[in-house]
């Protein structure tokens, strides 16, 4: 029998049809749906006088564009407000499980499914939503789609899908103090650009991938996208089925030991081939930073950005294009440049270990002066957890306010808008022109880096900050 790759061994067990010089006909396990890529979607089937085929396969909830203040009050924001009804409407006239605004379950779409256990080990998983590869940590096919896609899911539970390229990434070794799995990702799409996994569905293996937490990994998956990957995943092991364990009821699961001896096969054959592979070690990773305007014009914190963007003429000139919108000259320092927002939160650094590692550093210290912080939980259960920990404590002693789970600053679709100008550093995963607001200026970075920030009123290095060595795995 030929060697199959995990990727593999998932799509050719999905595959319900395949069209000859054509797409496959993939059949889908679990679709994950929000507030602004489903309305349009609803109208097409509602046009059609089509039912949503499996129903009990979506779960729905609200998240791009709530309010982070003051849920428990009308959305002032009339088009949130009624992208915010439409999901209610519709979800109530075709039986999907809803985790709407003030629901206990409520979140980040990518932060509740795990959270929640509907993402399970094996699965064929599609959201109307780029960051759908989060959930790949768990050893899935996760990735994102658009919205006549979105409804091609809801009346069909199949999707007309190409089938990607392989690639595998290695990552060896041990990662030095205060270096995150944020610097990971950003290390990896740093040093082979936003287009360098383009086409290709990628394995992330190795000693300093397998030693991370399961939290961690979904901040590896999240961002695989944005080296232009079709998604990225990582086998489960038991790191993954600990965190399973802990979940109360995982729903469809009646016999967890059962279907623990199915997600075990789930690995890549020794031999299996991969259309391309990479190696990095862990032990040259530092703090990451971005300069630019994509995720692939980042460098470690206490570098200088580039002299150039290579030879190319056309690349010189977007690079220098990107430096102008930031305010920055090719070959300076970042370390010392004020800073006026620090945004932590989203489905990239929206999870507890997140909060628990930004308050490793602002512990017993003041947030400065200058530093307006969006703190945002990715779900009501993070939320609780930063309570029942003591972290909210922590935060108001040291000036922060916490608002309350949604997407929040990533996206800018609701108040948390960064303004003209403005430098913000986020633990978000892009940092486009105007993706957090018109005219803002985004530096991408870990929880670590941003807590320096948000407490020194500058780009900072948080190592700085780490007073002990540890293994942190985040």
Not at 31 to 45: C, D, R, W
Not at 101 to 112: A, Y
Not at 268 to 295: C, H, Q, V
Request: with cysteine.
């Amino acid at each position: 029998m030929k060697a199959k790759t995990l990727f593999d061994k998932i799509w050719d067990g999905h595959v319900v049809r395949s069209i000859e010089d054509g797409p496959d006909v993939l059949y889908i396990d679990r679709h994950y749906i929000h507030e602004v890529t489903s309305p349009q979607a609803f109208n097409g089937l509602k046009e059609r006088g089509i039912q949503v085929f499996r129903p009990g396969n979506t779960i729905a909830t609200a998240d791009h564009n709530i309010p982070t203040k003051d849920q428990h009050l009308e959305i002032r924001d009339q088009l949130s407000r009624n992208q915010v009804e439409r999901l209610s409407e519709n979800c109530t006239k075709y039986g999907i499980e809803l985790f709407g605004l003030n629901h206990s379950k409520n979140g980040i779409v990518h932060v509740i499914g795990p959270e929640l256990g509907y993402t399970l080990p094996g699965m064929t998983i599609v959201c109307g939503d780029s960051h759908t590869s989060t959930h790949g940590a768990f050893g899935t096919i996760a990735f994102g789609i658009g919205t006549s896609e979105v409804e091609m899911v809801l009346a069909t539970q199949c999707i007309l899908q190409p089938k990607p390229k392989k690639m595998k990434i290695t990552v060896n070794g041990n990662l030095h103090k205060g270096v995150t799995s944020k610097d990971i990702i950003m290390y990896i799409i740093a040093s082979i650009s936003t287009g360098g996994a383009t086409g290709y569905f990628v394995e992330f293996s190795g000693s300093a991938i397998t030693s991370l937490t399961m939290e961690a990994r979904m901040t590896i998956c999240n961002m695989s996208i944005e080296m232009g990957a079709r998604g990225g995943l990582i086998a489960p092991d038991e790191i993954t089925f600990s965190y399973l364990r802990k979940i109360t009821a995982i729903p469809g699961v009646t016999d967890f030991e059962k279907s623990l001896e199915q997600w075990k096969e789930l690995k890549s054959d020794p031999d299996a081939a991969f259309d391309r592979e990479l190696e990095f070690d862990a032990s040259l990773i530092k703090p990451m930073i971005t300069y630019g305007t994509n995720p692939g014009m980042g460098m470690a914190v206490d570098s200088s950005i580039p002299l150039t963007d290579g030879d190319n003429k056309e690349a010189s000139a977007s690079f220098l294009k990107s430096l102008d919108y930031m305010g920055f000259k090719p070959g300076i320092k970042l370390l010392g440049q004020p800073v006026d927002y620090v945004f932590i939160g989203s489905c990239t650094n929206g999870r507890i270990e997140d909060f628990r590692e930004f308050a490793q550093i602002i512990r017993g210290r003041k947030k400065a002066a200058n530093i307006t912080a969006l703190i945002v939980p990715g779900s009501k259960k993070v939320e609780e957890q930063m309570a029942s920990e003591g972290l909210m404590e922590v935060y108001k002693e040291a000036g922060f306010e916490v608002r309350q789970p949604g997407c929040s600053s990533c996206l800018a679709m609701n108040e948390d808008k960064i303004p003209a100008g403005k430098y913000a550093v986020s633990t978000s995963n892009r940092n486009f022109e105007g993706r957090q607001g018109p005219g803002a200026r985004t530096l991408l970075a870990s929880p670590y880096t941003a807590a320096a920030a948000a407490i020194t009123g500058k780009i900072s290095d948080p190592r700085e900050f780490i007073t002990e060595l540890n293994n942190v795995k985040k």
